[in-house]
T-cell receptor
Framework: DVKVTQSSRYLVKRTGEKVFLECVQD?????MFWYRQDPGLGLRLIYF???????EKGDIPEGYSVSREKKERFSLILESASTNQTSMYLC???????????FGPGTRLTVL | AQKVTQAQTEISVVEKEDVTLDCVYE???????LFWYKQPPSGELVFLIR??????QNEISGRYSWNFQKSTSSFNFTITASQVVDSAVYFC?????????????FGTGTQLKVEL
Protein backbone atom coordinates (compact mmCIF):
# COMPACT_ATOMS: atom_id res chain seq x y z
CA ASP A 1 0.00 0.00 0.00
CA VAL A 2 1.05 3.54 -0.68
CA LYS A 3 2.14 5.26 2.46
CA VAL A 4 2.33 9.02 2.84
CA THR A 5 3.34 10.19 6.27
CA GLN A 6 3.45 13.66 7.75
CA SER A 7 5.69 14.56 10.64
CA SER A 8 2.99 15.84 12.99
CA ARG A 9 -0.79 15.55 13.30
CA TYR A 10 -1.04 18.69 15.41
CA LEU A 11 1.32 21.63 15.68
CA VAL A 12 1.11 24.89 17.59
CA LYS A 13 3.48 27.73 16.72
CA ARG A 14 3.80 31.42 17.48
CA THR A 15 3.57 34.29 15.03
CA GLY A 16 6.93 34.94 13.39
CA GLU A 17 8.34 31.47 13.94
CA LYS A 18 9.84 29.49 11.09
CA VAL A 19 7.84 26.31 10.61
CA PHE A 20 8.77 23.13 8.79
CA LEU A 21 6.17 20.58 7.75
CA GLU A 22 7.64 17.32 6.55
CA CYS A 23 6.14 14.75 4.23
CA VAL A 24 7.57 11.37 3.28
CA GLN A 25 6.28 8.82 0.78
CA ASP A 26 7.52 5.28 0.34
CA UNK A 27 6.37 4.45 -3.19
CA UNK A 28 9.05 6.14 -5.29
CA UNK A 29 6.52 8.66 -6.63
CA UNK A 30 7.75 11.46 -8.87
CA UNK A 31 5.06 13.98 -7.95
CA MET A 32 4.45 15.45 -4.52
CA PHE A 33 1.98 18.12 -3.45
CA TRP A 34 1.15 20.41 -0.57
CA TYR A 35 -2.44 21.57 -0.06
CA ARG A 36 -4.14 23.52 2.65
CA GLN A 37 -7.73 22.90 3.59
CA ASP A 38 -10.00 25.54 5.10
CA PRO A 39 -13.74 25.42 5.81
CA GLY A 40 -15.79 26.50 2.81
CA LEU A 41 -12.73 26.75 0.57
CA GLY A 42 -11.95 23.10 -0.04
CA LEU A 43 -8.38 22.12 -0.80
CA ARG A 44 -6.08 24.69 -2.34
CA LEU A 45 -2.75 23.82 -3.88
CA ILE A 46 0.25 25.61 -2.39
CA TYR A 47 3.18 24.02 -4.23
CA PHE A 48 3.99 20.84 -6.03
CA UNK A 49 7.10 19.07 -7.22
CA UNK A 50 7.47 16.71 -10.15
CA UNK A 51 11.09 15.76 -9.51
CA UNK A 52 13.92 16.21 -7.07
CA UNK A 53 14.87 19.89 -6.73
CA UNK A 54 12.00 20.84 -9.06
CA UNK A 55 9.03 22.81 -7.82
CA GLU A 56 6.10 24.67 -9.23
CA LYS A 57 3.80 27.20 -7.61
CA GLY A 58 0.23 26.25 -7.01
CA ASP A 59 -2.68 28.58 -6.50
CA ILE A 60 -1.66 30.10 -3.16
CA PRO A 61 2.16 30.05 -2.78
CA GLU A 62 2.50 33.37 -0.98
CA GLY A 63 4.09 33.02 2.42
CA TYR A 64 5.35 29.50 1.73
CA SER A 65 8.38 27.83 0.25
CA VAL A 66 9.24 24.18 -0.37
CA SER A 67 12.23 21.91 -0.54
CA ARG A 68 12.69 18.60 -2.26
CA GLU A 69 16.25 17.35 -1.85
CA LYS A 70 15.32 13.67 -1.96
CA LYS A 71 12.66 11.95 -4.00
CA GLU A 72 10.76 10.62 -1.01
CA ARG A 73 10.66 13.83 1.01
CA PHE A 74 8.86 17.10 0.37
CA SER A 75 9.03 19.87 2.94
CA LEU A 76 6.77 22.88 3.30
CA ILE A 77 8.33 25.92 4.97
CA LEU A 78 6.58 28.87 6.53
CA GLU A 79 9.38 31.44 6.77
CA SER A 80 7.53 33.62 9.27
CA ALA A 81 4.29 32.08 10.44
CA SER A 82 1.22 34.26 10.62
CA THR A 83 -2.20 33.66 12.15
CA ASN A 84 -3.83 33.43 8.71
CA GLN A 85 -1.74 30.35 8.06
CA THR A 86 -3.65 28.44 10.71
CA SER A 87 -5.07 25.57 8.70
CA MET A 88 -5.02 21.87 7.90
CA TYR A 89 -2.07 21.01 5.67
CA LEU A 90 -2.26 17.94 3.46
CA CYS A 91 0.58 16.31 1.61
CA UNK A 92 0.06 13.98 -1.35
CA UNK A 93 2.12 12.03 -3.83
CA UNK A 94 1.49 10.38 -7.18
CA UNK A 95 3.41 8.40 -9.75
CA UNK A 96 2.71 10.91 -12.48
CA UNK A 97 0.60 11.03 -15.59
CA UNK A 98 -3.04 10.85 -14.58
CA UNK A 99 -2.54 8.55 -11.63
CA UNK A 100 -4.46 9.64 -8.53
CA UNK A 101 -2.50 11.29 -5.72
CA UNK A 102 -2.48 9.54 -2.38
CA PHE A 103 -2.82 11.71 0.69
CA GLY A 104 -1.23 11.77 4.09
CA PRO A 105 -3.25 12.17 7.31
CA GLY A 106 -2.73 15.93 7.47
CA THR A 107 -1.14 18.35 9.93
CA ARG A 108 -3.38 20.75 11.77
CA LEU A 109 -1.29 23.86 12.32
CA THR A 110 -2.33 26.57 14.74
CA VAL A 111 -0.42 29.85 14.73
CA LEU A 112 -0.98 31.93 17.83
CA ALA B 1 -9.67 29.05 -17.30
CA GLN B 2 -11.07 25.97 -15.61
CA LYS B 3 -13.71 26.05 -12.94
CA VAL B 4 -15.10 23.27 -10.79
CA THR B 5 -18.34 23.78 -8.89
CA GLN B 6 -19.89 21.66 -6.18
CA ALA B 7 -23.00 23.67 -5.51
CA GLN B 8 -24.27 21.51 -2.63
CA THR B 9 -22.50 22.54 0.54
CA GLU B 10 -24.26 20.06 2.79
CA ILE B 11 -26.74 17.24 2.27
CA SER B 12 -28.57 15.28 4.93
CA VAL B 13 -30.35 12.02 4.22
CA VAL B 14 -31.82 9.17 6.16
CA GLU B 15 -30.13 5.82 5.92
CA LYS B 16 -31.14 3.72 2.88
CA GLU B 17 -32.04 6.77 0.83
CA ASP B 18 -30.28 7.33 -2.49
CA VAL B 19 -28.28 10.54 -2.78
CA THR B 20 -26.61 12.30 -5.71
CA LEU B 21 -23.70 14.69 -5.33
CA ASP B 22 -23.29 17.18 -8.15
CA CYS B 23 -20.11 18.38 -9.80
CA VAL B 24 -19.80 20.74 -12.75
CA TYR B 25 -16.49 21.26 -14.46
CA GLU B 26 -16.11 24.05 -16.99
CA UNK B 27 -13.12 23.98 -19.29
CA UNK B 28 -12.11 24.64 -22.87
CA UNK B 29 -9.92 21.56 -22.86
CA UNK B 30 -11.20 18.61 -24.85
CA UNK B 31 -9.14 16.06 -22.95
CA UNK B 32 -9.21 15.91 -19.20
CA UNK B 33 -9.75 13.64 -16.24
CA LEU B 34 -12.01 14.00 -13.25
CA PHE B 35 -11.53 12.44 -9.85
CA TRP B 36 -13.72 11.93 -6.81
CA TYR B 37 -12.31 11.73 -3.30
CA LYS B 38 -13.93 10.95 0.03
CA GLN B 39 -12.82 12.55 3.31
CA PRO B 40 -14.31 10.73 6.32
CA PRO B 41 -14.29 12.29 9.79
CA SER B 42 -10.81 10.85 10.37
CA GLY B 43 -9.56 13.42 7.84
CA GLU B 44 -7.57 11.35 5.36
CA LEU B 45 -8.66 11.72 1.74
CA VAL B 46 -9.50 8.48 -0.02
CA PHE B 47 -9.45 8.15 -3.80
CA LEU B 48 -12.75 6.81 -5.23
CA ILE B 49 -12.70 7.07 -9.00
CA ARG B 50 -11.02 8.59 -12.05
CA UNK B 51 -12.79 9.16 -15.37
CA UNK B 52 -11.61 10.66 -18.63
CA UNK B 53 -13.45 13.02 -20.94
CA UNK B 54 -13.75 10.39 -23.67
CA UNK B 55 -15.74 7.92 -21.67
CA UNK B 56 -19.34 8.88 -20.96
CA GLN B 57 -20.45 5.46 -19.85
CA ASN B 58 -21.80 5.29 -16.36
CA GLU B 59 -19.61 3.45 -13.93
CA ILE B 60 -20.89 1.38 -11.04
CA SER B 61 -18.96 0.04 -8.10
CA GLY B 62 -21.14 -1.57 -5.50
CA ARG B 63 -23.45 1.11 -4.11
CA TYR B 64 -21.51 3.87 -5.89
CA SER B 65 -22.17 5.04 -9.43
CA TRP B 66 -20.90 7.92 -11.51
CA ASN B 67 -22.57 9.69 -14.39
CA PHE B 68 -20.40 11.80 -16.67
CA GLN B 69 -22.05 14.01 -19.27
CA LYS B 70 -19.66 16.06 -21.34
CA SER B 71 -22.44 18.12 -22.92
CA THR B 72 -23.42 19.56 -19.54
CA SER B 73 -19.91 19.41 -18.01
CA SER B 74 -21.30 17.37 -15.15
CA PHE B 75 -19.73 14.46 -13.30
CA ASN B 76 -22.25 13.39 -10.68
CA PHE B 77 -21.82 10.78 -7.99
CA THR B 78 -24.70 8.69 -6.66
CA ILE B 79 -24.74 6.57 -3.54
CA THR B 80 -27.52 3.99 -3.50
CA ALA B 81 -29.02 2.86 -0.21
CA SER B 82 -26.85 5.21 1.81
CA GLN B 83 -25.33 4.09 5.10
CA VAL B 84 -24.08 5.97 8.13
CA VAL B 85 -20.50 5.07 7.12
CA ASP B 86 -20.98 7.13 3.96
CA SER B 87 -21.02 10.28 6.07
CA ALA B 88 -18.06 12.29 4.83
CA VAL B 89 -17.02 15.23 2.73
CA TYR B 90 -16.84 14.37 -0.96
CA PHE B 91 -14.61 16.27 -3.36
CA CYS B 92 -14.70 16.46 -7.11
CA UNK B 93 -11.26 17.21 -8.56
CA UNK B 94 -10.34 17.89 -12.20
CA UNK B 95 -6.91 16.89 -13.35
CA UNK B 96 -4.90 19.63 -15.02
CA UNK B 97 -1.76 19.09 -17.04
CA UNK B 98 0.97 21.65 -16.56
CA UNK B 99 4.30 22.10 -18.22
CA UNK B 100 6.21 20.03 -15.74
CA UNK B 101 3.69 17.61 -14.40
CA UNK B 102 0.14 17.14 -13.38
CA UNK B 103 -1.93 18.51 -10.56
CA UNK B 104 -5.40 18.23 -9.14
CA UNK B 105 -7.54 21.18 -8.25
CA PHE B 106 -10.43 20.55 -5.91
CA GLY B 107 -13.97 21.72 -5.62
CA THR B 108 -15.15 23.07 -2.29
CA GLY B 109 -16.65 19.74 -1.34
CA THR B 110 -20.07 18.46 -0.29
CA GLN B 111 -20.64 17.40 3.30
CA LEU B 112 -22.89 14.34 3.34
CA LYS B 113 -24.61 13.36 6.58
CA VAL B 114 -26.41 10.05 6.71
CA GLU B 115 -28.60 9.63 9.75
CA LEU B 116 -30.40 6.64 11.19
Amino acid sequence: DVKVTQSSRYLVKRTGEKVFLECVQDMDHENMFWYRQDPGLGLRLIYFSYDVKMKEKGDIPEGYSVSREKKERFSLILESASTNQTSMYLCASSSGGTKPPYFGPGTRLTVL
Amino acid sequence: AQKVTQAQTEISVVEKEDVTLDCVYETRDTTYYLFWYKQPPSGELVFLIRRNSFDEQNEISGRYSWNFQKSTSSFNFTITASQVVDSAVYFCAPHILTGGGNKLTFGTGTQLKVEL
